[in-house]
């Protein structure tokens, strides 16, 4: 196990369309889920995408804390290999963002309200979930990252966009946007 480094926005890996993974089962990809694992608990997020560990490759990992899952329970560690997803409505909700390659800042991003993931899992099982909320958002800004894009990126309104302390100091009521992510 070790802790990796994260590339921080302006390293060029994170603006690369990573590559397909052909085999989720080998020992290498193993070591890469586990050691990201280790990365992200150590750096205290909630997804972090190969990319992120300058591995061009199409997966990552999640992680919600009960306090920020919409059904109020803790969803465990999930890894998702070759990610497709398919917005189920053409709702839009914007809530805040950070990324471990963005640190001290977040902002408020348009996501799908309403996403199908489709993936496999870190056995190579095809599977298939449908997501809202904030797992839906998490999932696309992991997703975003295969595709060489940063939340920044995606972002309709710079004002939402601050340094933490700032931000967590003052209540942001968010605007209802309905553009196209
Ligand atoms: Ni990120």
């Not at 890894?79 to 909700?93: C, G, K, Y």
């Not at 640190?103 to 599977?127: C, D, K, Q, S, W």
């Not at 800004?141 to 601050?162: A, C, Q």
Request: aromatic share 8%; hydrophobic share 40%.
């Amino acid at each position: 196990m070790a802790i990796l480094k994260i590339a921080r926005m302006g390293h060029p890996v994170l603006l690369l369309r990573a590559e397909p993974v052909a085999d989720p089962t080998t020992p290498e990809i193993t070591q890469l889920l586990e050691n990201m694992a280790e990365t992200l608990e150590d750096a205290g997020g909630v997804g972090l995408a190969a990319p992120q560990i300058h591995e061009s490759l199409r997966l990552f990992i999640y992680k919600i804390p009960a306090s920020r899952a919409e059904g109020g329970a803790d969803i465990p560690l999930t890894a998702v290999i070759n990610p497709e997803i398919t917005p189920l409505s053409d709702e839009i909700t914007m809530g805040w963002e950070g990324c471990l390659s963005i640190p001290g800042l977040r902002a408020a991003v348009p996501r799908y309200e309403h996403i199908r993931l489709n993936g496999l899992t870190a056995t190579g099982t095809p599977f298939e979930k449908n997501l809202s909320g904030f797992e839906a958002r998490v999932v696309q800004h992991e997703t975003d990252h295969l595709n060489g894009i940063l939340y920044p990126m995606r972002m309709s309104d710079f004002r939402y966009f601050g340094f933490n302390e700032e931000t967590l100091r003052y209540d942001f009521p968010l605007p209802k946007i309905k553009a196209a992510p």
